[in-house]
């Protein structure tokens, strides 16, 4: 594909979900469709898609309008290219540029150039402060590839150089002691053999660092409760001999789990919400609650547009629940762990001293918060033990 035809793929897939399709589905179901297409151009048409979904206000500003036309037309912009030059009207690029597009569009201003929607301005006012411009701008950037080295498999000395060997390059960072983020080479990553055998795993920074800080005496008995593809268990299992349980209310999302703990060298045992109570008490409950996932829309760009101020107050009475629901489950002396990818204090400090009101048997011995960063995403990890009668 030239690069005028990925252009105009890329138009199709953001009209698609300006109609209210999901940018992942509408890309798959354009990649089974363009049969002409390879790895590198399926994979630019998605570079174009999430860059423009990263910063839709500021692209449909440069660009003069909102539909996929006017924003692929905002995104070259932003980037320093010329339109003209891709939008040449040949082959499968889209057509010319119209006078009036030429003449479109304007440099982007207040929150368009944030590229947020105005309500969640004040969200992330009031939540971070005088950080919150730095936070809303990293957010229109991608974020990086992290890797966490699992210490079953190998030193992190050897995964950097197994992978090199296979065209990844990889630098410590001081997040985590297992963290290395990719510099180089990042679509080859899950090609790997390092990645097929179960030495290194992609997993964020801020993910990996909030695992490390909670602490798993051997033999102990540990659920992640909200376990999803069961990424955060799998990093506790990495580093402990204790019996391991993972569970979800869409136990769907677990599908991948098995695989990837006998890839990882551990094993995980999948919970229903039935049997749950009866394997308890757990030593540790972990609740990576469902949010907002604010912390995280430089991977989940679309997210950001779709919250409404209805779906984020649901989202706190969900997490309050879930506190309620799995507080009976932690053994006497044992740690409920809550936390999100959510930069929200509304998500984090809020739903958490709404729990300690309510349940005064309860109390929070560490609270830490990781901004948005060259390393990971935003994340909230929040430890609370019984008190001391």
């Known amino acids: ?30 990649a089974r469709g363009a049969r002409y297409a390879g790895s590198k151009d399926r994979a630019a048409v998605r570079d174009h898609v999430f860059d423009v979904l990263r910063r839709w206000r500021s692209c449909g500003a440069l660009g003069g309008g909102e539909d996929g036309r006017h924003l ?24 010319a540029l119209t006078g009036v597009e030429l003449a479109g569009g304007h440099a982007p201003s207040g929150l368009d150039a944030m590229d947020l929607p105005d309500w969640l301005w004040p969200e992330f006012e009031t939540s971070l402060g005088a950080s919150a411009k730095g936070a809303a701008e990293m957010l229109r950037h991608r974020a990086p590839v992290m890797l966490r080295v699992n210490q079953r498999r190998g030193a992190v000395p050897q995964a950097q150089a197994c992978l090199a060997a296979e065209g990844v390059e990889t630098v410590t960072v001081d997040i985590a002691s297992t963290a290395l983020r990719v510099i180089s080479g990042e679509r080859k990553v899950v090609r790997t053999e390092a990645y097929a055998e179960g030495l290194v795993e992609l997993q964020d920074g801020s993910s990996q660092a909030a695992m490390e800080l909670l602490e798993v ?8 409760y909200c376990a999803g593809g069961g990424g955060k268990v799998l990093a506790f299992a990495a580093r402990s001999e204790a019996t391991w349980y993972a569970h979800d209310i ?30 308890a008490p757990y030593d540790l409950v972990l609740c990576d609650a469902p949010c907002s996932g604010s912390g995280t829309w430089r991977r989940s760009p679309e997210a950001k547009w779709r919250l409404t101020p209805g779906r984020l107050e649901d989202l706190t009475q969900i997490q309050y629940d879930i506190l309620v629901k799995t507080a009976p489950l932690v053994a006497e002396d044992g740690c409920l762990a809550y936390a999100t990818c959510s930069v929200f204090k509304r998500e984090n400090e809020a739903v958490v001293e ?36």
């Open 1 to 30: 594909m030239t690069p005028g035809a990925r252009v105009a793929a890329a138009i199709g897939v953001l009209d698609a979900v300006r109609a209210g399709e999901a940018a992942e589905k509408t890309l798959t179901g354009w």
């Open 72 to 95: 692929m037309i905002g995104a070259l912009r932003a980037d320093g290219i010329d339109p003209r030059v891709v939008f040449t009207g040949e082959g499968h690029a889209p057509a």
């Open 217 to 224: 005496a051997e033999g102990a008995r540990v659920l992640d």
């Open 250 to 279: 869409a136990p769907q999302r677990m599908n991948d789990l098995p695989a990837r703990a006998t890839r990882a060298g551990v094993e995980v045992a999948r919970v229903e919400s039935d049997a749950i109570t009866s394997a």
């Open 354 to 389: 709404r729990f300690l009101e309510e349940h005064p048997a309860w109390t929070r011995a560490r609270q830490r918060v990781w901004p948005i960063s060259d390393m990971g995403d935003g994340f909230c990890l929040t430890q609370l033990f019984r008190a001391e009668v």
